[in-house]
């Protein structure tokens, strides 16, 4: 479904004008991630993501990520982990949008923690395409503490664009 989703907006995309471009790659984003959180009844639901902003031109989007008692550690914060998936949701959302593809294997995912996230606070993480290839996906990823605007963790993703079926 997420597939003829992205068909359905690739070739107006690529035709319309700038500014209608913009709006267009809004909608198909917001719609592929509509239908990722309600068909998708693991993680990707359970971490509550939402588009906060994103761009065609600029080849990025960011996602804001509430977080809840279930995804603390021992320490009270949010576990790696889950901030990694939400790295890596965002980059492979990107590159599946900005590839107008179908799925996007994760290749390699490279963390960097820099503050530790607390509970009722929510991260935002922004994905940028750094390259997209025929083969490979080269995104980083900042993310921060919407808050506080600290800077929490920073990430760079290789990703596989496969082409729709």
Same mark, same amino acid.
């Given at each position: 479904?997420? $597939?003829?989703? %992205? ?8 035709? =319309?004008?700038a500014s209608e471009q913009e709006s267009l790659f809004r909608e198909m984003t917001e719609a592929v991630?509509? &239908?990722?959180?309600?068909? @998708? ?13 994103? !761009?065609?031109?600029?080849q990025s989007i960011t996602l804001r990520f509430p977080v809840e008692h279930w995804q603390l550690n +021992?320490? @009270? /914060? ?6 990694? $998936? ?8 990107? #590159?599946?949008? =900005?590839?107008? /593809?179908?799925?996007? +294997? $994760?290749? !390699?995912? @490279?963390? @960097?923690?820099?503050? *530790?996230?607390?509970?009722? #606070? &929510?991260?935002?993480?922004? =994905? #940028?395409?750094? &390259?997209?290839?025929? /083969?490979?996906?080269? %995104?980083?990823?900042?993310?921060? %503490?919407?808050? $506080?605007?600290? *800077? =929490?963790?920073?990430? #760079?993703?290789?990703y596989m664009p496969k082409a729709p079926a």
């Amino acid at each position: 479904m997420e $597939t003829e989703i %992205i068909i359905a907006y690739r070739d107006k995309i690529k035709s =319309a004008g700038a500014s209608e471009q913009e709006s267009l790659f809004r909608e198909m984003t917001e719609a592929v991630l509509r &239908h990722r959180r309600v068909a @998708n009844s693991g993680i990707m639901q359970m971490m509550k993501m939402e588009l906060a902003y994103c !761009s065609y031109r600029e080849q990025s989007i960011t996602l804001r990520f509430p977080v809840e008692h279930w995804q603390l550690n +021992p320490l @009270n /914060t949010m576990h790696g982990g889950l901030s990694a $998936t939400a790295c890596d949701s965002t980059g492979g959302l990107l #590159t599946r949008v =900005a590839a107008f /593809t179908g799925i996007t +294997p $994760t290749v !390699s995912l @490279n963390m @960097n923690y820099l503050a *530790p996230i607390q509970e009722g #606070t &929510h991260l935002m993480i922004k =994905a #940028t395409v750094e &390259h997209l290839g025929r /083969t490979l996906a080269q %995104i980083s990823m900042d993310g921060w %503490i919407e808050e $506080t605007g600290k *800077p =929490a963790v920073m990430a #760079t993703g290789v990703y596989m664009p496969k082409a729709p079926a």
